[in-house]
């Protein structure tokens, strides 16, 4: 119990470090992770296409699909089997572009908590934040690494969307056999918006600044830009005796 007391002395709760870059710019990393795993994470919508044969005309047929975004697992709905002579058979949608939309989602969760955590250390414990020469570094090396993910996660991701687009677009119809065997015919129907989707590579991108423009404040922190002030010239050294 007495360490426990010992611990929770030393939280010294302050919002001023929040008025600070250096926590501001935290909050501001914490809303935008919600954002960015948020858009992407909570998407669904459909495709669709309209199918005719000799005996049916433009039968509206739709497939659902969102977030992780397993393309190759979303079937279109069935065709009456009494329609176009049974030639319609079980047709998925193409691709598979889990990875790196869950590598995005999750990255975005992580940074999150990173920042729940880092804004806890500002407000609670910045005397020992400023005080001890590690945790800065370890802040400023954490947010060096961040930087270079949302980089990467959301390039990833940016490229995935693209795919994405295409694979639920009026390209498709012509990755479906039944559409390509005559008489039968099948025209391109509607798709979901994916504005939320584009506002997730948006954000995932301004993550990316933020972070960046972070760091110099972060550095700033670490003993790599303030170092230790060098003992006074002769300070250390007793003057002779009898002078």
Not at 22 to 28: D, E, P, Q, R, S
Not at 123 to 137: D, S
């Amino acid at each position: 119990m007495e360490r426990v007391s010992q611990k929770m002395s030393g939280l010294q709760f302050n919002l001023g470090p929040l008025k600070e870059p250096l926590g501001f710019i935290k909050v501001l990393e914490w809303i935008f992770a919600i954002f960015a795993f948020a858009t992407c994470g909570g998407y669904s919508g459909h495709t669709s296409i309209k199918v005719s044969c000799s005996d049916t005309k433009n039968e509206t047929l739709e497939a659902a699909f969102g977030y992780p975004f397993r393309l190759n697992t979303v079937v279109f709905k069935d065709l009456d089997s009494k329609k176009c002579n049974g030639t319609w058979t079980s047709t998925h949608l193409m691709g598979d572009f889990s990875s790196s939309a869950q590598f995005f989602v999750t990255f975005a969760v992580f940074v999150f908590l990173y920042c729940m955590a880092a804004l806890v250390l500002y407000v609670g414990y910045l005397h020992l934040y400023r005080g001890a020469g590690k945790l800065p570094m370890i802040d400023f090396v954490i947010t060096m690494v961040v930087t270079l993910l949302w980089l990467i996660s959301t390039s990833a991701w940016a490229k995935a969307l693209t795919d994405i687009k295409i694979a639920t677009g009026p390209e498709m119809v012509s990755e479906i056999h039944f559409c390509l065997t005559p008489p039968n015919s099948c025209l391109f129907g509607a798709v979901s918006s994916m504005g939320s989707l584009n506002v997730s590579v948006v954000i995932g991108f301004l993550n990316l600044i933020l972070w960046a423009g972070n760091a110099w404040f972060v550095y700033k922190e670490t003993h790599l830009h303030s170092p230790p002030d060098a003992p006074a010239p002769g300070g250390g050294a007793p003057a002779p005796a009898g002078m």
